[in-house]
T-cell receptor, first 114, second 116 residues
Framework: GNSVTQMEGPVTLSEEAFLTINCTYT??????LFWYVQYPGEGLQLLLK?????DKGSNKGFEATYRKETTSFHLEKGSVQVSDSAVYFC?????????????FGKGNQVVVIP | ETGVTQSPTHLIKTRGQQVTLRCSSQ?????VSWYQQALGQGPQFIFQ???????GRGNFPPRFSGLQFPNYSSELNVNALELDDSALYLC???????????????FGPGTRLTVL
């Protein structure tokens, strides 16, 4: 089946530090890959996406590269801010018969300390 | 452009009751999906509706059912509520056709359901 694995546990770091959140996937076919962010008490917002191998998605200083050879889509940001504190979810979609259901990882809580 | 909206925001029910949650899709979107997000977990796909018919279902029992209306809005119905149904229920809509937003889903703020 299609599934996403994110690194265990919350991530706590200081402002201006480098952020990496690991994401690996298992999928049949050719998935599209996504990172979503969830701020406290809110729904999910699409942060970035990549639809084919070697694509790089980027938005708001965040980047992730679709690596087919390692089945990974790690999220990175060079200098985090307090406002980046949120929960980050990696997800994939393999459209079958027009159904673009998303399979999510468990999420990582990111806490940025001033 | 109005985004995805959901109602109500919060809801408290007791075990065995039935509940209906509502979702209005974003303008120009014809597909609606529902997800259940338990506390501290990632969202789990419940089902998707396209052209008023169910178009794919996740691993949820039949007491979870839905509808989509001609204006693309949708309802999620849950019968015989159980304590484990307590969660944030998220609705997401997808645009018609491809283009820059191909394969994307746009989420509403969710309905927080508590079952006592």
């Amino acid at each position: 089946g299609n599934s996403v694995t994110q690194m265990e546990g919350p991530v706590t770091l200081s402002e201006e530090a480098f952020l990496t959140i690991n994401c690996t996937y298992t999928a049949t076919g050719y998935p599209s890959l996504f990172w979503y962010v969830q701020y406290p008490g809110e729904g999910l917002q699409l942060l970035l996406k990549a639809t084919k191998a070697d694509d790089k998605g980027s938005n708001k200083g965040f980047e992730a590269t679709y690596r087919k050879e390692t089945t990974s889509f790690h999220l990175e940001k060079g200098s985090v801010q307090v406002s980046d504190s949120a929960v980050y979810f990696c997800a994939l979609s393999v459209p079958i018969y027009g159904n673009n259901r998303l399979a999510f990882g468990k999420g990582n809580q990111v806490v940025v300390i001033p | 452009e109005t985004g995805v909206t959901q109602s109500p925001t919060h809801l408290i029910k007791t075990r065995g009751q039935q509940v209906t949650l509502r979702c209005s899709s974003q303008s120009g979107h014809n597909t609606v999906s529902w997800y259940q997000q338990a506390l501290g977990q990632g969202p789990q796909f419940i089902f998707q509706y396209y052209r008023e018919e169910e178009n794919g279902r996740g691993n949820f029992p039949p007491r979870f059912s839905g509808l989509q209306f001609p204006n693309y809005s949708s309802e999620l119905n849950v019968n015989a509520l159980e304590l484990d149904d307590s969660a944030l229920y998220l609705c997401a809509s997808s645009p018609i056709g491809g283009g820059a937003h191909y394969n994307e889903q746009f989420f509403g703020p969710g309905t927080r359901l508590t079952v006592l």
